[in-house]
C-alpha cells in the first residue's frame, strides 16, 4: 500500500471521520464502519486533506495538465475539497490549475450563472473533486451543469473513500457512473484498503478483534464488489 494511503487512513481515525461499530446507512443497510467526511472541521485538517487528494492525483496522473484544465468541486462538499486540492498541487507539487464550483441557485445579477471560479471553455477538461459517492446523484448533476457550458469534457472524478458497495444495479456506483457517462472514478482509498491497514494493526495502532472481523467479512461478502 502507497505511504499515503496508510497516512489517511490513519488522519481519517484522528478526524473522527472513520469509525467502527454499528451504523445504519441511508440504504437502511446495518453496517460496522462508517465514514462521515462531515467531522472535517478545522484548517489544519483542510490543509492535510487536500494534500491528500494532491498526492493521489499526482500519483494516479502524473503530468496533470495533460489529462484536465481545471477542478471542479460540486457544491456543497466539493467546493472546499477543490480549493484545498488546488492550493496543495500548488504549495506541494508546483502546479498552478484552476478550480471552479457551482452555486445551488443561478445568480441573476453581477456576472450572473452558477459558476464560481474559472470562467469555463469550450473543449476544456475537468477533474471533479468530490467526498464519496453513492447513488451517483451528485455525479449526473455535475455532467449536466459542466455540459450546460459547453463541450465540456468530463472522463475523470476523484473521491476520498469508495466503499465499493453494490447498488440496487448489483453494480458499485463507481461502475454505474463509468458506464453512464465514461468517467473514471479514483479514490485516495478503498475499503479493502482499509480494512487491510486495520486488519494488519499498523494504523494507530488499532486491530480488529475477531468478532468485528468477522462482521466486516460477511458485510463485505454480501454487500461489495472488492
Not at 487512513?9 to 454499528?22: A, S
Not at 471553455?121 to 477533474?127: D, V
Not at 455525479?139 to 476520498?160: C, F, H, P, Q
Given at each position: 500500500m502507497e505511504d499515503y494511503k496508510q497516512k489517511f487512513?490513519?488522519?481519517?481515525?484522528?478526524?473522527?471521520?472513520?469509525?467502527?461499530?454499528?451504523f445504519t446507512l441511508k440504504s437502511g443497510r446495518k453496517s460496522p464502519y462508517f465514514v462521515n467526511t462531515g467531522n472535517y472541521k478545522t484548517g489544519m485538517q483542510a490543509a492535510k486533506l487536500g494534500e491528500f487528494y494532491a498526492d493521489a492525483i499526482v500519483e494516479h496522473f502524473g503530468d496533470l495538465k495533460n489529462h484536465f484544465d481545471f477542478l471542479y468541486g460540486p457544491a456543497y462538499k466539493g467546493i472546499p475539497l477543490a480549493v484545498a486540492t488546488a492550493i496543495a498541487l500548488h504549495n506541494k507539487y508546483n502546479v498552478d490549475i484552476p478550480y471552479a464550483f457551482n452555486r445551488k441557485e443561478a445568480k441573476d445579477h453581477g456576472e450572473g450563472g452558477s459558476i464560481v471560479g474559472h470562467a469555463l471553455?469550450?473543449?476544456?477538461?475537468?477533474?471533479i473533486i468530490e467526498d464519496v459517492i453513492s447513488a451517483g446523484t451528485?455525479?449526473?448533476?455535475?455532467?449536466?451543469?459542466?455540459?450546460?457550458?459547453?463541450?465540456?469534457?468530463?472522463?475523470?472524478?476523484?473521491?476520498?473513500?469508495?466503499r465499493k458497495e453494490k447498488g440496487q444495479s448489483g453494480k458499485t456506483a463507481s461502475q454505474e457512473i463509468k458506464e453512464e457517462f465514461g468517467i473514471n472514478v479514483i479514490s485516495i482509498v478503498s475499503i479493502a484498503d482499509i480494512l487491510d491497514?486495520?486488519?494488519s494493526g499498523a494504523?494507530?495502532?488499532?486491530?480488529?478483534?475477531?468478532?468485528?472481523?468477522?462482521?466486516?467479512k460477511n458485510y463485505m461478502d454480501e454487500y461489495c464488489l472488492l
Open positions: 487512513i490513519n488522519f481519517m481515525l484522528e478526524c473522527g471521520v472513520l469509525k467502527l461499530g454499528e471553455k469550450e473543449g476544456e477538461r475537468t477533474l451528485s455525479a449526473r448533476e455535475s455532467v449536466a451543469i459542466l455540459k450546460s457550458y459547453g463541450d465540456i469534457t468530463v472522463n475523470n472524478m476523484i473521491i476520498s473513500v469508495d491497514a486495520l486488519e494504523i494507530s495502532g488499532m486491530a480488529l478483534d475477531t468478532d468485528m472481523k468477522k462482521r466486516v
